[in-house]
């Protein structure tokens, strides 16, 4: 199999997904042949090869004998083209909406021919090309017509390119899924939305849900002591880590503030807007004066850090003045336009009287116990997530997946999530492991009561009693890791590129009644 993946093999999202389907099919017996941006590549244990192009001329290295997955690295340039503004090393990163049609002519040329020179030379039988754009395009113009492939709608590129500007990119969309065998969405909302974009009635009868999976060897429940020493094992190789790890100074010492009495909350994702922690963040000081031993763990990066710092800043002097200004600005502190942050405004509105005064009072001591990690690798979260106790989702933004809640229950960790998107089919999935009374605790309305629902929710799992809270744990795990697994997403990848979509789940049940064509944008106002 031959994957067309433009960035990298570790952070969130589409490169943990194409790491992890190009482990789980060489594990397999397949032979994986893998186009990314990763410069570290060599570095991971499932890639065997890496090739790089010099002078047009396609050069490759052998890391170790027998070669199942090669990973090439087209040259591109410095210009790497991305859905959502970010720092990205040896590399300038550029949404796709301010790319000139030079500079993405000179994107497209590169990545095609190589993966013509690959494709020439190791023969692959399928292909895969993930994001709506510019992979399957890629692969549309590179192999179009010799090679069968599948294409891997994450969502990003979907929502954040494609849709917002139709005129400059829905083109290239059309062009890559339009010879595609099948069309692999993470969730029936995914599969909405993109049915809604492409206004393309042939594109309903080749997609087909293909959500992505766990690690489920490496996401599981632990002791408590086990625990523990994962994260103190955790700490260390932060301790170890150079510069260019991309961490936050201090990262192994928050972690080891979190190996002590007291449960621990976590929110692992980009620290962006669309994610929504200033809802988590605001409402910790709530969770704190019920819970007074929790912990609030952020893993994470992205442009709206500083903004989270100003809140922080702000809630914990109690200066609810500045909290509001940030709430006023809104996607302007992560580099986008002003626009008010609507749930949170509600909450900080709310805060009258002696609530007020409690929510100031508690705020510093709150904050003392909120700890920053920066960027941790994806395998760290398998070492992190079991000394947890909570995992919080607070997503304003639709998702295609929720593929950190799944990591998070094969853990024992309850993941409570926004009731929307990809997030609420998994939050659907899994509650019927719980008892009824405790299947409201996954999930918290997208709405003005966002803040206090979260804390609501959280304060009564840490304060349900002990043996409940473990059996539900126990049951939460079972359900996750017999639901999901990368061998299983790795065949369905499979069946997607030959076009034995029998094979697979309908995007949507036969008797189900579609939104087709309803606005997501409409639907998706920012919170």
């Known amino acids: 199999m031959l994957v067309f993946h433009g960035y990298l093999l570790r ?28 410069r570290r590549a060599a570095e991971l244990p499932f890639v065997d090869a890496v090739g790089t192009f010099e002078d047009g001329d396609l050069r490759t290295e052998v890391l170790r004998e027998p070669v199942r997955c090669s990973a090439y690295l087209p040259a591109i340039g410095r210009t790497l083209p991305v859905y959502v503004a970010d720092e990205y090393e040896g590399f300038d990163a550029v949404p796709f909406p301010e790319l000139d049609d030079e500079a993405l002519d000179r994107y497209l040329g590169a990545n095609v021919t190589a993966v013509r020179q690959v494709a020439e030379r190791a023969s692959p039988d399928v292909a895969l090309a993930n994001h709506a754009v510019m992979g399957p395009a890629v692969l549309a113009r590179a192999v179009g017509g010799e090679v069968p492939y599948a294409v891997k709608i994450h969502g990003s590129a979907l929502e954040y390119t494609v849709r917002p500007h139709p005129d400059r990119f829905l083109a290239f969309a059309r062009e890559g899924l339009a010879a595609a065998e099948g069309v692999l969405v993470g969730s029936r909302h995914t599969a909405e939305s993109l049915w809604s974009v492409m206004a393309d009635p042939s594109l309903r009868d080749r997609t087909r849900l293909g959500p992505p999976g766990v690690d489920v060897r490496a996401f599981s429940r632990r002791s408590s002591a086990d625990a523990a020493r994962g994260l103190s094992e955790l700490a260390a190789r932060l301790d170890a880590r150079t510069a260019a790890w991309g961490g936050e100074v201090g990262a192994a010492a928050a972690l080891r ?84 942050l609507a749930y949170l405004m509600s909450f900080l509105d709310s805060l009258t009287g002696s609530e007020h005064a409690a929510y100031v009072g508690a705020a510093p001591a709150a904050f003392a116990r909120l700890h920053f990690t920066g960027r941790l690798e994806h395998a760290d979260l398998a070492d992190l997530l079991p000394a947890c106790d909570a995992q919080v989702v607070p997503s304003t933004f ?79 795990s079972d359900s996750a890791r017999a639901r999901y697994s990368w061998e299983s997403v790795a065949e369905g990848v499979l069946a997607a590129a030959e076009g034995r979509l029998s094979a697979l789940p309908e995007a949507l049940p036969p008797d189900s009644s579609s939104r087709f064509g309803e606005s997501p944008r409409r639907r998706w106002r920012s919170g």
């Open 398 to 476: 639709p998702e295609a997946f929720g593929m950190v809640a799944a990591e998070a229950a094969c853990c024992g960790v309850l993941p409570i999530s926004a009731a929307h998107s990809g997030l609420a089919e998994v939050t659907a999935s899994l509650a019927p492991a719980v008892e009824p009374d405790l299947r409201p605790l996954l999930s918290f309305d997208r709405g003005p009561e966002a803040v206090r629902q979260i804390a609501d929710k959280l304060v009564k799992w840490l304060l349900l009693e002990p043996s409940r809270r473990a059996r539900a744990a126990a049951a939460l």
């Open 257 to 340: 503030a979190l190996d002590s009495s007291g449960p621990t909350i976590v929110y692992v994702g980009k620290l962006i807007v669309s994610k929504g922690v200033d809802l988590l963040l605001a409402a910790w000081p709530l969770v704190a004066a019920r819970v007074p031993a929790a912990r609030l763990c952020v893993v994470g990066f992205g442009t709206y850090r500083e903004g989270l710092d100003r809140l922080v800043a702000a809630l914990r002097e109690g200066d609810l003045h500045a909290a509001r200004e940030v709430a006023a600005r809104g996607r302007e502190l992560e580099g986008g336009a002003t626009g008010e």
């Open 11 to 38: 952070g969130t999202g589409s490169n943990i997904y194409t790491a992890s389907l190009a482990r789980a099919l060489r594990d397999l017996g397949h032979e994986v042949h893998l186009l990314c941006q990763d």
